[in-house]
């Protein structure tokens, strides 16, 4: 008995470890320093928020696509989404309020985001926008 379940449940478990291999396979090819700034997105909590390289964003909105496009602002102005724009939306985000959002972004400190995490996270959100 113990032998037959067993011989029932390896192709069951083989075909779980492929999907699972399908699923964790990058969709895109992220630089060592981008790998940092996904890693900080993470230990800060903007994951959470903007979700990843695969999308899922459940407050913010999501970041894949967006580097170099124009963002409007609800003042209506357009600025562009480069290093300026993410470096004051992480430590002064109510000064550029997307349009349309109602909700506010928590700023960041250096004491919770280091100039270095910051530098990673830009290069990582870089490697997420639209690539030319
Ligand atoms: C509690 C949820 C939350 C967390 C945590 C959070 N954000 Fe945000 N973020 C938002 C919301 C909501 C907006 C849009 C409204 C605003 O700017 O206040 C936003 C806007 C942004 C924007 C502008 C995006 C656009 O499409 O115009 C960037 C860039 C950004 N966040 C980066 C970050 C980074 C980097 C971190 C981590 C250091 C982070 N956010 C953490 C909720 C969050």
Partial sequence: ??????????????GAVAACGADAAPSRQ????AQKGEAVARRAGCAGCHGGADGGATIGPSWVGLWGTGVTLDDGTVVEFDEQFVRTAVRDPD???PEGTWLHMPAFSERQVSEADLQALIVYLRELGPSS
């Fill in 95 to 97: 000064a550029q309020r």
């Fill in 30 to 33: 992220l630089s060592v320093e």
């Fill in 1 to 14: 008995m113990v032998v037959a379940r067993v011989a029932l449940a390896a192709p069951l478990l083989a």
